[in-house]
Every structure is written in structure tokens, then in C-alpha cells.
């Protein structure tokens, strides 16, 4: 029997004083797949987001993690048992804590294995020996990387990104990209990783699915998505790219 997917999404909707902003989503992340779900300013991206986190309620819709249903007409997962890992453009690491501890505050279980998950988080991050440094004494980069490492460590069936490398400098970005592609992917997890920048969808997607004005207009892999756009929107969206 093939397994269910890791998340799939059917036909979410959500309003606004009676906007349509999410209008009619549906979307399937096998896991180990890395989905963008990529379009401009305002389209409904975070909405959609907020809404599988289950932080916002959609109108009409369903949501299913590993075939069980956690958002639906008769029943509502709360978002903490979700088994979803999350992170954002403003990553909030908590000042007052160490590295150490920032990274092992959501697990679990014993202080050996704690420490044991926390370790080895630390390496797939390239920040082995930053364990007892705060917050303030790290990079935006290395930052960034500890709250990747916080969200991967009690092993979210799937992790959603919001633009998660918009704060960050130019020049650090493509290699931030990368390491944090190779984690999630060493990890194994599920990731739906929202931009509104086609260069980041096409570095680093399995699929990509392009919205527009609340819906999804076109997805497939980056090659299909980029060489034959849906339309000519689609097309002039791609097209800024260098
Ligand atoms: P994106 O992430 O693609 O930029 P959003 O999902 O944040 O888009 O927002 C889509 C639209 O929905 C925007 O016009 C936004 O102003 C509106 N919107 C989002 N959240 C709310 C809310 N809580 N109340 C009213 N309007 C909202
Ligand atoms: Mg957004």
C-alpha cells in the first residue's frame, strides 16, 4: 500500500471582510520533499501557511498529516500536537537562553538524550562549539541556523518556512539556502517553504507551486514551472530573474 502522503491539503478557503484571500488551495508534500509555494506580495501565502500551522481557521477546506485529518468540518487538531515545525522571516530566538538551550527547548525526555539531539543538531549546522554562546554574541547567519536547528529538533513530520531568509544579507543568503536545504533534507522532513522570490523556489524546490490572488495557478517541478509557464503572468513573474 502506498502511504499517504505527508500533507494534503484539499480545497482550503478564507475570507477577510468578505475577500476571498485564500480561494480554493489544494496541495500534496510527499515526505523528504521540499514544495515551495511561491507568488507575489498579498496572494494568500501566509494565510494558506497560517492556516495548515492551524494559528488561522479556514472558512471551508480540509487538512491531512500522514492521512489523519487535523483540520476539517467535524474535527480540529490543536496546533501544538500537529507535529509541525515552523519558522519565520523574524526567528525570535529567545535572548535569555544559550544556544544549547535554545535548540533543545521543545524536546522531550532525558537530559543524555536531550543533550545527545541537541549535538548533533549543532553539527549539522556548522555551529559544533556554540553551545554556551547567547544570541547576541552570533551572526545573522548563525542565527538563523540555531532557530533551523530549534525548529528540526523534536523531528516535525513537517516544517513550514515563511520567507525565512528575507531578513538576512544578500551575500549570505545563496549559502544559507544551501546548508539549510542539506539539513532539511539529512532530516528527512516535509517542508512547505513560502517565498515571493522565483530564484529561491528554483534553488530550492522538488515542486514548486505558483499562486496567485488566492489560488494556485500552475505547480510542477522548477524546470516545468520556469520553461512552460502557465501563462503569460506566470511568465513575466519568472521573468526578472538573473
Ligand atoms: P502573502 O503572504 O502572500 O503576502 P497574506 O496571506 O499575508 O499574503 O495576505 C493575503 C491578503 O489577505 C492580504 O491582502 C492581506 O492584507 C489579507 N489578510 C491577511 N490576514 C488578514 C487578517 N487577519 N485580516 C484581514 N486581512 C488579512
Ligand atoms: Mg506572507
Known amino acids: 500500500m502506498t502511504p499517504a502522503p505527508r500533507l494534503e491539503v484539499q480545497s482550503l478557503t478564507r475570507s477577510f471582510g468578505g475577500k476571498p484571500v485564500v480561494d480554493g488551495v489544494s496541495l500534496t508534500i510527499a515526505a523528504g520533499q521540499v514544495t515551495c509555494l511561491l507568488g507575489p506580495s498579498g496572494c494568500g501565502k501566509s494565510t494558506t501557511l497560517r492556516m495548515i500551522a492551524g494559528v488561522e481557521l479556514p472558512d471551508t477546506g480540509r487538512i491531512l498529516i500522514d492521512g489523519a485529518e487535523v483540520c476539517g468540518p467535524s474535527h480540529i487538531t490543536p496546533p501544538e500536537a500537529r507535529g509541525i515545525g515552523m519558522m519565520f522571516q523574524d526567528f525570535a530566538l529567545f535572548p535569555h537562553l544559550t544556544v544549547a538551550q535554545n535548540v533543545g527547548f521543545g524536546l522531550k525526555g532525558d537530559r543524555v538524550s536531550r543533550a545527545a539531539r541537541v549535538g548533533e543538531l549543532l ?19 548563525e542565527q538563523q541556523r540555531v532557530a533551523l536547528a530549534r525548529a528540526l529538533a523534536p523531528r516535525p513530520r513537517l516544517m513550514l518556512m515563511d520567507e525565512p531568509f528575507s531578513g538576512l544579507d544578500n551575500r549570505l543568503r545563496d549559502g544559507i539556502r544551501d546548508t539549510t536545504l542539506a539539513v532539511l533534507k539529512e532530516e528527512g522532513a516535509a517542508v512547505l517553504l513560502v517565498t515571493h522570490e522565483p530564484d529561491e523556489a528554483l534553488r530550492m524546490a522538488d515542486e514548486i507551486a505558483l499562486m496567485r490572488g488566492g489560488r494556485i495557478v500552475q505547480s510542477g517541478s522548477p524546470y516545468h514551472v520556469y520553461m512552460k509557464p502557465a501563462d503569460k503572468a506566470a511568465a513575466a513573474f519568472f521573468s526578472d530573474i538573473n
Open 123 to 141: 553539527e549539522r549546522v556548522n555551529l559544533t562549539g556554540y553551545g554556551d554562546k547567547h544570541p547576541h554574541q552570533l551572526s545573522g547567519g
